[in-house]
């Protein structure tokens, strides 16, 4: 079991968590309430990635958020 946490903006990985006390705490379960299922994916290994947000882009989307609506419209 590994899950993966990455920024969908910049892609950059901000966290890996694997083990058992992810199965434990029961951590899968509660991110899949707490993310929307397209926000979490799962490859054919069982790794599952959840696509959150960084630091740096959600300071830089706070500062603008125009530009990074106009980035979502275009992906
Ligand atoms: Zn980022």
């Not at 630091?55 to 706070?62: A, F």
Request: net charge negative; glycine share 6%.
């Amino acid at each position: 079991m590994s899950i993966r946490v990455k920024c969908r903006h910049c892609k950059k990985e901000m966290g890996h968590l694997t083990g058992q006390s992810v199965l434990q705490h029961g951590r899968v379960k509660q991110m899949k309430e707490e993310f929307s299922e397209e926000f979490i994916t799962e490859n054919e290994e069982g790794i599952l990635t959840v696509n959150s947000i960084c630091e740096h882009c959600e300071k830089s989307l706070l500062d603008n958020p125009d530009y990074y609506a106009m980035q979502k419209w275009i992906q």
